[in-house]
């Protein structure tokens, strides 16, 4: 209401200047999505799925660096479900990343608002159900974050950009998989491999002849890794994460569960239909599927063999996970090259070790990091912090080194100091290929190799061009090395992608912290954020 004595003109100066103020703010996004259960026959069984807005998979996310998303998601299921953003890392604002360790979640029949802001990243990412087994039944879907008219984008516009989703799938409905799991037992070997939900030959994409696409590749599965690739044609990567790389061309991709490619493909083949082809990688049995590319003016079924990709061979993905670096000369969200940030000239502040293992607790499977296998609790962690509430986590619940203990339970939480400048290494000593993910944050991977790391490991480093992503695989009986620039407070994720192990305790949570109380480095925690366990009933802010 305008105060007294104030002129009409006076009054209007200031509605104007607000509207200059949101004008220049970035702009505003909105999506309203209903999540329901229904029917869906991806393997050719009728199977309960997690449709969004009556979609398997859901819809795309369409936006451009700095945009604003508000999210608001209408849970129509009969339990409690959340959506987390795979590589949105959440700047200064970990309330809304989506998985029990940060945010409610929300409770059957109820809504809840995502307040998101894609700042400063570009690039191809997915959204997932993150809590219960709800990812084995659908509710996923693709995210690109395209780059500001302004920006320099290393490579002409596509005629079209396609999101291509894919990953391995079960026939069991996700409450079966998950009393597995609840029982202490392992899940089976899935029983097929989907393309945007699809079977085999289920998917289709249309294209011109003589024209350069965009296909974005995202690996949703559950465990495996999946090679890709298109018949008679060859792929140019251009983009891993938010990170526009160095252009190599590849016939073939190992794409790790959890991770995201983005390739350039040119329609440069005789006029018909070819096939796109994922299957398993080091796996006896191996799985695949297939999807159609057709060209716009075929009138040629696909035909021949389905072109063979590689099974079994590591140092094959190894060579080719070496060869994957950032393109140093090109912009990334910000004009500026992504190269002039040096960080292989950086002093590392901290070195954290971090073994996976596997075990009986209790007489049930578990999986842990440096001995402790996590456990939730019904008070989301960034909650306790925020509200001070005691006896909900400990800082430093897990150690930075394996210490060799026998495993056991714990809500294992790692203390981190904003601001420093760490190194991870991520050792595997099982005989399956792993894939972390770290919440919040993009990192280098800096080196990976077979063995045991050592400190002389670091001679192997690439300390000029490795490229930055948010998820990385580690090798059987090998090691990964990242650097990480600890510049985003709250309380972030780190996990197993192969998702029965990261339910099974395979995560823990760093909580890089800051005693500096300013908006400058975290954001309030939302007017709306929804308080559950022993945050319930606790004041958030004043609408």
Same mark, same amino acid.
């Given at each position: 209401?305008?105060?007294?004595?104030?002129?009409?003109?006076?009054?209007?100066?200031?509605?104007?200047?607000?509207?200059?103020?949101?004008?220049?703010?970035?702009?505003?996004?909105?999506?309203?999505?209903?999540?329901?259960?229904?029917?869906?026959?991806?393997?050719?069984?009728?199977?309960?799925?997690?449709?969004?807005?009556?979609?398997?998979?859901?819809?795309?996310?369409?936006?451009?660096?700095?945009?604003?998303?508000?999210?608001?998601?209408? /849970?129509?299921?009969?339990?409690?479900?959340?959506?987390?953003?795979?590589?949105?890392?959440?700047?200064?604002?970990?309330?809304?990343?989506?998985?029990?360790?940060?945010?409610?979640?929300?409770?059957?029949?109820?809504?809840?608002?995502?307040?998101?802001?894609?700042?400063?990243?570009?690039?191809?990412?997915?959204?997932?159900?993150?809590?219960?087994?709800?990812?084995?039944?659908?509710?996923?879907?693709?995210?690109?974050?395209?780059?500001?008219?302004?920006?320099?984008?290393?490579?002409?516009?596509?005629?079209?950009?396609?999101?291509?989703?894919?990953?391995?799938?079960?026939?069991?409905?996700?409450?079966?998989?998950?009393?597995?799991?609840?029982?202490?037992?392992?899940?089976?070997?899935?029983?097929?491999?989907?393309?945007?939900?699809?079977?085999?030959?289920?998917?289709?994409?249309?294209?011109?002849?003589?024209?350069?696409?965009?296909?974005?590749?995202?690996?949703?599965?559950?465990? /495996?890794?999946?090679?890709?690739?298109?018949?008679?044609?060859?792929?140019?990567?251009?983009?891993?994460?938010?990170?526009?790389?160095?252009?190599?061309?590849?016939?073939?991709?190992?794409?790790?569960?959890?991770?995201?490619?983005?390739?350039?493909?040119?329609?440069?083949?005789?006029?018909?239909?070819?096939?796109?082809?994922?299957?398993?990688?080091?796996?006896?049995?191996?799985?695949?599927?297939?999807?159609?590319?057709?060209?716009?003016?075929?009138?040629?079924?696909?035909?021949?063999?389905?072109?063979?990709?590689?099974?079994?061979?590591?140092?094959?993905?190894?060579?080719?996970?070496?060869?994957?670096?950032?393109?140093?000369?090109?912009?990334?969200?910000?004009?500026?090259?992504?190269?002039?940030y040096h960080y292989g000239l950086i002093n590392i502040t901290r070195t954290i070790k971090l073994v996976s293992s596997a075990a009986q607790v209790n007489g049930k499977q578990r999986y842990a990091i440096n001995s402790v296998s996590f456990v939730p609790t019904d008070t989301p962690l960034?909650?306790?912090?925020?509200?001070?509430?005691?006896?909900?986590?400990?800082?430093?619940?897990?150690?930075?080194?394996?210490?060799?203990?026998?495993?056991?339970?714990?809500?294992?939480?790692?203390?981190?100091?904003?601001?420093?400048?760490?190194?991870?290494?991520?050792?595997?000593?099982?005989?399956?290929?792993?894939?972390?993910?770290?919440?919040?944050?993009?990192?280098?991977?800096?080196?990976?190799?077979?063995?045991?790391?050592?400190?002389?490991?670091?001679?192997?480093?690439?300390?000029?061009?490795?490229?930055?992503?948010?998820?990385?695989?580690?090798?059987?009986?090998?090691?990964?090395?990242?650097?990480?620039?600890?510049?985003?407070?709250?309380?972030?994720?780190?996990?197993?992608?192969?998702?029965?192990?990261?339910?099974?305790?395979?995560?823990?949570?760093?909580?890089?912290?800051?005693?500096? /109380?300013?908006?400058?480095?975290?954001?309030?925690?939302?007017?709306?954020?929804?308080?559950?366990?022993?945050?319930?009933?606790?004041?958030?802010?004043?609408?």
């Amino acid at each position: 209401m305008m105060r007294k004595g104030w002129s009409f003109w006076q009054g209007y100066v200031v509605l104007l200047a607000l509207a200059v103020v949101v004008k220049a703010e970035s702009p505003y996004r909105f999506f309203d999505w209903n999540v329901t259960y229904g029917d869906i026959f991806p393997l050719g069984v009728r199977q309960q799925g997690i449709l969004i807005n009556g979609q398997f998979p859901g819809p795309d996310i369409y936006s451009v660096t700095n945009d604003n998303l508000i999210i608001n998601v209408h /849970n129509n299921l009969d339990e409690p479900f959340l959506l987390s953003w795979n590589g949105l890392q959440q700047r200064r604002n970990s309330y809304e990343d989506g998985v029990s360790g940060t945010t409610c979640p929300i409770p059957p029949g109820k809504n809840f608002t995502y307040i998101l802001q894609v700042k400063d990243q570009i690039g191809s990412f997915f959204y997932f159900p993150s809590l219960a087994f709800h990812k084995a039944a659908g509710g996923f879907g693709g995210i690109r974050v395209l780059s500001r008219p302004r920006i320099p984008v290393p490579f002409p516009d596509p005629a079209g950009d396609f999101t291509l989703l894919i990953g391995d799938w079960f026939k069991n409905d996700h409450r079966q998989l998950k009393a597995m799991l609840d029982g202490g037992h392992k899940l089976p070997f899935p029983d097929g491999i989907l393309i945007n939900g699809h079977g085999p030959n289920g998917a289709s994409f249309t294209v011109e002849q003589g024209k350069t696409y965009r296909f974005r590749i995202s690996n949703v599965g559950l465990q /495996n890794s999946l090679n890709f690739r298109i018949q008679g044609h060859k792929m140019k990567l251009v983009e891993v994460e938010g990170t526009h790389t160095v252009q190599t061309i590849y016939e073939s991709l190992d794409v790790h569960v959890g991770q995201s490619y983005s390739v350039l493909v040119t329609m440069d083949q005789a006029a018909q239909d070819f096939y796109i082809v994922a299957s398993t990688r080091f796996t006896d049995n191996i799985l695949s599927t297939t999807a159609t590319l057709h060209y716009s003016n075929s009138n040629k079924a696909v035909s021949g063999p389905i072109p063979a990709g590689p099974t079994d061979q590591i140092d094959w993905s190894l060579n080719q996970a070496r060869s994957i670096r950032t393109n140093l000369t090109a912009s990334g969200p910000r004009p500026n090259p992504q190269g002039s940030y040096h960080y292989g000239l950086i002093n590392i502040t901290r070195t954290i070790k971090l073994v996976s293992s596997a075990a009986q607790v209790n007489g049930k499977q578990r999986y842990a990091i440096n001995s402790v296998s996590f456990v939730p609790t019904d008070t989301p962690l960034k909650l306790a912090d925020y509200f001070k509430i005691g006896g909900v986590f400990r800082v430093g619940s897990i150690p930075d080194n394996p210490t060799g203990q026998t495993m056991y339970l714990d809500t294992s939480v790692m203390g981190a100091d904003y601001r420093a400048f760490v190194e991870i290494v991520f050792e595997n000593h099982e005989n399956i290929v792993q894939t972390w993910h770290i919440d919040g944050y993009a990192f280098w991977v800096v080196g990976m190799n077979g063995g045991v790391w050592s400190p002389n490991s670091r001679e192997e480093y690439n300390l000029r061009d490795a490229v930055s992503r948010s998820t990385t695989q580690v090798y059987p009986k090998s090691w990964t090395a990242i650097y990480m620039a600890l510049d985003n407070v709250g309380m972030w994720n780190v996990r197993s992608e192969f998702w029965a192990r990261q339910y099974l305790g395979q995560q823990f949570y760093l909580r890089v912290y800051t005693p500096v /109380n300013s908006l400058r480095d975290e954001y309030l925690i939302p007017k709306n954020a929804l308080l559950c366990g022993r945050a319930q009933g606790r004041s958030t802010r004043p609408l």
